[in-house]
């Protein structure tokens, strides 16, 4: 019988040939052709002003972005322990299934809720969204 860790190091040193050899063809097959609008700064469509260090992005979309990912894993998670539930049920109990679940998702509401109060959630309205917002009542 082999050692199932031949396997897993097989799998890794796959893992990593692959993307190493696929960048390395694409630096030798892809042209070189250096001009001024590849090296500007991309500012979702606006002519960028100033430097890439002087620019300062609102901290806002990352924190959404960490929210989204860290909900996300949270459904991928979730997802394989509701498929599993009741034959889990049957074979171990209720409770020896239940409180871990029941553990994470207080966490995660806690988490939430922490989010929720320091503002990660809560968008910043832009003096041009709400110029003309009393208007329409």
């Known amino acids: 019988m082999s050692n199932p860790w031949i396997a897993i190091g097989a799998l890794a040193v796959v893992g990593l040939a692959i993307p190493i050899s696929m960048m390395a063809v694409s630096s030798l097959l892809r042209p070189s052709v250096p001009e001024q609008g590849k090296r500007a700064t991309y500012e979702s469509g606006e002519v960028p002003t100033g ?5 300062k992005f609102n ?3 990352y924190m959404v972005a ?3 990912v860290v909900f996300d894993i949270e459904t ?4 394989p322990w509701t498929v599993i539930y009741r034959d889990a049920v ?3 109990g209720m409770t020896t299934v239940l409180v871990p679940m029941v553990v994470f998702i207080g966490v995660l ?3 939430l809720g922490w989010a929720w109060r320091n503002g990660a959630v809560r ?3 832009s003096p041009r969204a ?4 009393d208007t329409y009542e």
Request: glycine share 8%.
């Open 66 to 68: 960490l929210l989204f």
């Open 51 to 55: 430097s890439s260090r002087q620019i």
């Open 123 to 125: 968008w910043v309205r």
């Open 59 to 61: 901290i806002q979309y």
């Open 76 to 79: 991928v998670l979730i997802f």
């Open 130 to 133: 709400t110029k003309g917002a």
């Open 90 to 92: 049957s074979a171990v």
């Open 109 to 111: 509401v806690v988490g």
